[in-house]
């Protein structure tokens, strides 16, 4: 009889995993008897992770191209799996998840997992970018066993060039836990925020970095300002990947029409109640995976308004669960805004649609249970491989 499973997770930080999606999953793997572990940068959220039953290894990725930083993490990385015994490594961020399926491939770990979760290139990026991209992700997919995409774009994508194999991958988006984000009041957040009682609340949960492109959202919020006085932006989320881009923020928020008017919230475990007192949630990233803070806004009963790029193009239908814009376009993420603020009757039309619909299609358990499937079938597929039973005679590897 096999002993239990051992699975790693490597991503970039411990909050990935620690986050309203991947968190009740990795509860999930514990509950079934999987020994899981985690080979990410510790940045505080290893405490939840170890109360959920995962072991952390701290590895010291970074977000961008540093040379002799990413050496050290690759050495220490490699040494982790080297002496793991690890069943299985699901990488899921893009530069680990080039780094964790090269090394698990070479080491002969019997199954490896990666979920896209969004190529690094946005819609206006070079095509020289993109080429670089999609040579890097083709050589990562070579060198693992199965991909699972967020979105449908960036699987047909992968399909078109070569980084992903036909019936070596899977369509899961996110989902969302609904018993947490659900439509409800938040009376005292308001007061602790030190919004006013009477205050048109625009809101953002996520990363401050540059791709967030949170500066054209305060452009949009000023627009609005002269006609809606009481209008307040608060944003929840950190800059731990790029804290020059807060303080880009920070001092464009303190000039002009919006200073006094942005309430920088910070990193929040809580942020189920932030959704409850938003009038209008507002996305403006230039690029998405998925985009999970819309499913939370739309769960919650908010209208959501967001730029026409990949995640955010299939999470809402434009007119009818929410509202796209054009991106970078301040001016017209800003008449949308106005338009949830002033028509009830559209309002109240999208986010009942939008409730229907994450309820329907979007639920955290239903997501689960395909990734979970996924697992259940690679980890079959290497003990076949083992017994000699393999289709190719045991290796199970794609040509590279």
């Not at 051992?6 to 009740?24: E, G, W």
């Not at 403006?284 to 995976?289: A, F, I, M, T």
């Not at 409730?355 to 979007?362: D, K, N, P, Y």
Request: hydrophobic share 40%.
């Amino acid at each position: 009889m096999r002993e239990a499973p051992k699975i790693l997770q490597v991503c970039n930080q411990d909050r990935f995993l620690a986050s309203p999606y991947m968190l009740p999953f990795m509860r999930r793997l514990v509950r079934k008897g999987y020994a899981v572990e985690a080979a990410c940068r510790v940045t505080g959220a290893e405490e939840e992770l170890r109360e959920a039953g995962v072991v952390v290894h701290d590895i010291p990725f970074t977000r961008k191209i540093t040379p002799f930083q990413d050496l050290r993490s690759h050495s220490l990385l490699k040494r982790l799996i080297a002496q793991g015994g690890y069943r299985m490594v699901h990488t899921h961020t893009p530069k680990e998840g080039v780094m964790g399926r090269r090394i698990a491939w070479e080491l002969g770990v019997p199954a490896v997992l990666h979920t896209c979760n969004g190529y690094y290139f946005t819609e206006d990026s070079s095509p020289l970018r993109r080429f670089l991209v999609m040579r890097i992700e083709r050589y990562a997919a070579r060198r693992c066993h199965f991909i699972a995409f967020v979105n449908s774009e960036d699987l047909a994508l992968a399909l078109r060039r070569g980084a992903a194999r036909p019936g070596r991958l899977k369509y899961i988006p996110n989902g969302v836990d609904t018993d947490r984000f659900h439509p409800g009041e938040e009376p005292g957040l308001r007061e602790e925020l030190g919004v006013p009682a009477d205050a048109e609340v625009v809101g953002y949960v996520g990363e401050v970095t540059r791709e967030k492109n949170l500066g054209m959202l305060l452009d949009a919020c000023r627009l609005l300002i002269g006609e809606r006085p009481r209008l307040r932006l608060v944003m929840v989320g950190d800059a731990l990947k790029e804290p020059e881009s807060m303080e880009r923020l920070r001092l464009k928020a303190e000039k002009g029409e919006m200073a006094g008017r942005v309430v920088f919230a910070g990193f929040r475990r809580d942020v189920e109640r932030f959704y409850r007192i938003f009038d209008v949630y507002a996305h403006p990233s230039l690029r998405e995976g998925f985009g999970v803070p819309l499913i939370e806004a739309m769960a919650t009963g908010i209208p959501v308004v967001a730029c026409r790029v990949r995640g955010p193009r299939e999470v809402v239908s434009d007119g009818i669960t929410g509202t796209l814009v054009r991106p970078g376009d301040a001016e017209e993420m800003a008449a949308a805004i106005s338009f949830y603020l002033e028509v009830e009757e559209a309002r109240e039309a999208h986010t009942r649609r939008a409730l229907e619909e994450v309820r329907r299609e979007r639920r955290l358990g239903p997501a689960h249970r395909r990734l979970m499937g996924v697992y259940q079938r690679l980890l079959r597929e290497a003990d076949r491989r083992e017994d000699g039973r393999g289709e190719d005679g045991g290796k199970g590897r794609p040509d590279t």
